[in-house]
Every structure is written in structure tokens, then in C-alpha cells.
């Protein structure tokens, strides 16, 4: 049914872009709506084991009295956050599809095309900016209010798996869908869609004539950089051009490179009464989906390193659950073989995305 009802709304925003939309809010707390709203915060993980289906009931009744109030940094905070989510985003953005390979293409195509110096930057648009903008879409007063109030309440914890997009975002996923239906409204009265290329709430410029850019959206950390002497970074991806041949060339961003190593150490320290087995499946788990999101990149030495750290990693933790110590702490189970035969992900193995 929430699928019904999100084409449904998908339709009548296509069909009339001037159309202010009435009576959303009660779609919040549908039980249809806010089980599949219950379903996508499990997805992103931290739910506590006392939050259950059968509490639907109590956020559905918050919200129907007009008594819930978010802030107070819950689950149930985050089950509504994505109850307002699957309703405002068929209205807001009905032909919106997100690429993530296909905008790194599209970015490196114009990297190796385009001179001129190139700006990438997060837009976090202004609150009260970003509520006047909605005004014009939605004419329901409640579903205004309970926007406004989340996003007073401050960001909600970015919980993310690994390999998804690492997209700042303001007021967590809401505050990201707002942004990104703010840069939609900027780029139509923008007349140089060849030049840029936007992943959510990221841009990237380039060779545009930039004053005038940053004029319409003001960017106070935004400046030019000439990609040949600089590198940027753009949907988690570090940036540049190779001089001689003007090719652009990226690869996974340090911080992208951090995080990965911090969840592995994570998931490593103690433990020592799992299985190898056991343990293997923990670590596979953010490797295979960071995996799969960097594999797009032709450069896999970032990728090894972190094979070479995971197998160093596991290595510590098999000496701790067998008590050894000193050179030869490696037991042949934790070997490069060994590990490969238990079924650890090796990143530097993963199969190339394809361009085409």
C-alpha cells in the first residue's frame, strides 16, 4: 500500500509542478507508512532490542493527537524521520534517481574535456530558506510544523552503512532530502547544466563562471582549485587530473579510508570467544559494502592496504584468543591462504565495475 500511495503522489506532483499539496500528514502515521518506515531505520542499524513493531502504535497515536515532539535523540524519533521521508519525497522530487557511478562517470567525462579550474562544495542550505521553499509545494500546516521541529531538534545520528554515499547531511536523511530538493529548484534557473555535476547535496563546478554561482547560493567554503596542482573530493572519492595527458584520476578519499579501518578495528578488538568463522562474517560485513560502492575505482592500492590491515587486524585478535605473543603470533588458520579458504573478502580481488 505505501508503495500505491508514494505513485500516487509521484504522479500528481509530475503532473502539475505548481500543485500545493493538502493533507499529508495523516499518510504519517498510516500503519502501512510507518512499517516500512519501522523497516528502513532497521536497515541503518541501532535499533534497541526493547523497540518493537508493536510501539508503532504509540508513535501513530503521538502523531495523530498532535503530541509528538521530536528531540529526544530516539528510534522513535527515526521511525517518523523516515514516515516524513517516504511522503515527502514522491512530492518534492517525483523524477528524482540517483546514480552513484554514473555521476563519478559523469564527473570524470567532464573532468578530461574541461579546463579551467574546478570548486566542489556541500550546499547546507539555511532552514528558514529551505521552509520557504517547501511553502510553495506543501499547503499542510501539521506536516510544516512537524518539519520545522525536526529540524530544530539538531541532526539525528548519521548511521550508515558502509559503502552508501557519504553525504553530509543536515538534520540527518530529512535534512539531506530538503537539501537536495533545494539544489534541484537552484540548478533549473541554472543555465549551465554542462558544467556541473551534483551527487545529493554535493557540487562540483567546473570552469563555470563561478561569481555568478556563488552569488545565487552562497558557499562561504567554497573557492576554485586548479585540479592539475589539488586534489577535491566528491562523493567520497579523491579528485585530480594527471598532467600531460589531462586524464582525471580518482580514488578512495582519506577519510572514506579511515572509516573503514575504525569499523574493522572496532569489530576486531575482543571477541576472542567467536569462531574464526564467526569473526570473518563481522569483518565481511562493511568490508563487502564498502567494497562494493569503491570497486568502481581502477586503482586499487587503497584497496590492498586495507586487505593488508584487515589480515594484520585479524591476526591480533586470533593471538589474543589463543594466548600468544611475540613474531610468530600468526597461526596458519589467520594466513593470506587461510583466510581466503574461511571466505574473507579481499577488496583488491573484487571484480572491476564496468564503465559501460
Known amino acids: ?61 503521538r502523531l495523530r493527537s498532535g503530541t509528538f515532539r521530536p528531540g529526544r535523540a530516539g528510534f522513535g524519533d527515526r521511525v ?3 514516515a ?15 546514480d552513484a557511478w554514473g555521476t563519478v562517470r559523469a564527473l570524470r567525462d567532464l573532468l578530461g ?17 529551505i521552509l520557504d521553499l517547501l511553502e510553495l509545494r506543501i499547503a499542510d500546516r501539521r506536516l510544516l510544523t512537524l518539519v520545522r521541529a525536526f529540524l530544530a531538534s539538531g541532526p539525528s545520528p548519521d548511521v550508515l552503512d558502509f559503502g552508501l554515499l557519504h553525504v553530509p547531511r543536515l538534520g540527518g536523511g530529512l535534512g539531506s532530502l ?26 562540483v563546478l567546473v570552469g ?11 558557499v562561504p567554503e567554497a ?22 595527458t589531462g586524464e582525471a584520476v580518482f580514488q578512495p578519499d582519506r577519510k572514506a579510508v579511515l572509516a573503514v579501518r575504525s569499523r574493522i578495528g572496532e569489530i576486531t578488538r575482543g571477541k576472542t570467544h567467536l569462531e574464526l568463522g564467526a569473526m570473518v562474517e563481522k569483518v565481511n560485513r562493511p568490508l563487502a559494502g564498502w567494497g562494493a560502492y569503491y570497486r568502481i575505482c581502477p586503482n586499487r592500492a587503497a584497496m590492498k592496504k586495507i586487505d593488508g590491515y584487515v589480515r594484520e587486524r585479524l591476526a591480533i585478535w586470533s593471538a589474543r584468543k589463543h594466548s600468544r605473543s611475540g613474531p610468530g603470533l600468526g597461526r596458519p588458520e589467520v594466513s ?18 564496468r564503465w559501460d
Request: hydrophobic share 40%; proline share 8%; glycine share 10%.
Open 1 to 61: 500500500m505505501s508503495g500505491q500511495l508514494a505513485e500516487t503522489l509521484r504522479r500528481a506532483a509530475l503532473r502539475d509542478p505548481e500543485r500545493r499539496f493538502h493533507q499529508l500528514y495523516d499518510k504519517l502515521y498510516r500503519p502501512d507508512i510507518l512499517g516500512q518506515a519501522f523497516e528502513r531505520a532497521c536497515a541503518r542499524g541501532g535499533r534497541p532490542s526493547d523497540y518493537h513493531r508493536g510501539r508503532l502504535e504509540g508513535e501513530a497515536k
Open 80 to 82: 517518523v524521520e523516515e
Open 84 to 98: 516524513l521521508l517516504l511522503v515527502l519525497e514522491p512530492v518534492l522530487l517525483p523524477g528524482w534517481s540517483f
Open 113 to 129: 574535456c574541461s579546463g579551467g579550474p574546478v570548486a566542489a562544495f556541500t550546499v547546507r542550505p539555511d532552514r528558514d530558506g
Open 178 to 203: 530538503l537539501a537536495e530538493y533545494r539544489l534541484a529548484a537552484w540548478e533549473r534557473g541554472l543555465a549551465l547544466p554542462d558544467r556541473v555535476v551534483r551527487g545529493g547535496n554535493e557540487v
Open 208 to 218: 563555470t563562471p563561478m561569481e555568478r554561482v556563488f552569488a545565487e547560493i552562497p
Open 223 to 244: 573557492r576554485p582549485v586548479d585540479p592539475y596542482a589539488e586534489s577535491f573530493v566528491f562523493l567520497g572519492f579523491s579528485w585530480h587530473k594527471r598532467r600531460g
Open 336 to 353: 593470506r591462504t587461510g583466510l581466503r579458504e574461511v571466505g574473507l573478502v579481499e577488496l583488491g580481488k573484487l571484480p572491476p565495475a
